[in-house]
């Protein structure tokens, strides 16, 4: 298995990192030894691929690029394509339609969403479409002054695109046809004030949308129904009693269905809730110190039996096995040594 990793490299994102590092995932001990670094890239801090492997595209966090990177499935290497402006600032996050022929971006800084064609060779196209959000400011005059998109899904169809918006308290819903986002007739769901929806990942299996909640440290539940949501719950990332400052940041449902873990920056930890088979609802089940600092980002591995925390702070990933009856996690012992580590992504060899 191979490993792609970025991160925060420019001193405006205290970054530390040096680009995308590759590295090769033994299957038996788990152990990662390095096998390519693609340097002179600032902030590669998110990645999308496409479901054969062969493509990887990038954010590039307070930037205004995207970058396509063929791979190799042999010897796992990386080769750029090309760039291309997004038409916005600080690119944060992208999702590819169905078709692969598009790649839908989340502009946090400048409050946009941009539809990019993709060619047959994989290249990026210039901006095609471009979406500008629209809404109330939440409360919090540092973090949500303005639309800040901070990431984009499609749904289980790939007919849908999911938003949410951190700095309007709102996640965005639009259609998508033709290459071409819509607005749904809902339009957009509303958040708590000041709860800031960050990330959010469906159910495999039920109709069911997560978001959780950058400032509140929340999650929300809501139910699915063909590019409408109704909210069913909010429940906190954090067990009674813990005080200090916290923001969430990653979400993801685990395959089989029965869990769902969010991170948490400043308990530096991920929790882990119980899903109820029927209706998807949360129970909070544990909180597990991720053994770094601010773990922006975490993944589950394609085996679904190992959790991948990137500690943004602390410039390292550390590696947990995951109790196939619990879903509880245990710490494995491996960590990687890597700079501002914020985009974490594999690919099997052919």
């Known amino acids: 298995m191979f490993a792609y990793v970025g991160g925060y490299t420019t001193p405006d994102r205290d970054g530390r990192g040096n680009g995308i590092n590759v590295y090769r995932v033994d299957p038996v001990s788990g152990g990662w030894s390095h096998i390519q670094h693609i340097g002179g890239l600032e902030n590669p801090s998110l990645f999308t691929l496409t479901r054969d492997g062969s493509r990887l595209y990038s954010v590039h966090g307070a930037r205004n690029l995207m970058s396509a990177f063929a791979i190799d499935r042999r010897t796992g290497m990386l080769t750029l394509l090309n760039q291309v402006d997004c038409q916005g600032n600080n690119p944060v996050d992208s999702a590819l339609d169905p078709t692969e022929r598009f790649l839908v971006i989340a502009n946090y800084g400048s409050g946009a969403m941009a539809v990019m064609p993709i060619g047959d060779d994989g290249r990026l196209q210039p901006v095609s479409q471009l979406v500008q959000l629209e809404g109330t400011p939440g409360p919090n005059p540092k973090e949500q002054a303005s639309s800040h998109p901070h990431a984009a899904i499609f749904d289980p169809t790939g007919r849908f695109v999911i938003v949410p918006d951190k700095g309007f308290d709102r996640t965005f819903l639009f259609n998508f046809t033709n290459g071409r986002v819509t607005p749904t007739e809902q339009g957009f769901v509303e958040s708590a004030s000041g709860a800031a929806p960050r990330h959010t990942t469906f159910h495999p299996t039920l109709p069911v949308l997560y978001v959780n909640n950058e400032l509140d440290s929340t999650v929300t539940v809501f139910e699915w129904s063909a590019g409408r949501v109704a909210e069913r719950q909010v429940i906190s990332t954090l067990a009674a009693g813990y005080a200090g400052h916290n923001t969430t940041a990653e979400i993801a449902a685990s395959p089989c269905g029965r869990y769902l873990y969010v991170s948490n920056r400043g308990q530096d930890s991920i929790v882990q809730f119980v899903i109820t088979p ?50 509880g996690l245990i710490p494995t012992g491996v960590r990687i040594a890597v700079g501002s580590p914020s985009a974490i992504s594999f690919v099997a060899p052919s």
Request: net charge negative; hydrophobic share 30%.
């Open 278 to 327: 029927d209706s998807g609802l949360l129970t909070y089940a544990g909180t597990f110190p991720t053994g770094g600092a601010k773990p922006r980002f975490f993944t589950l591995g394609p085996d679904s039996r190992h959790l991948y925390a990137a500690n943004q702070d602390s410039d390292d990933i550390t590696v947990f096995d995951i109790d196939e009856a619990t879903g």
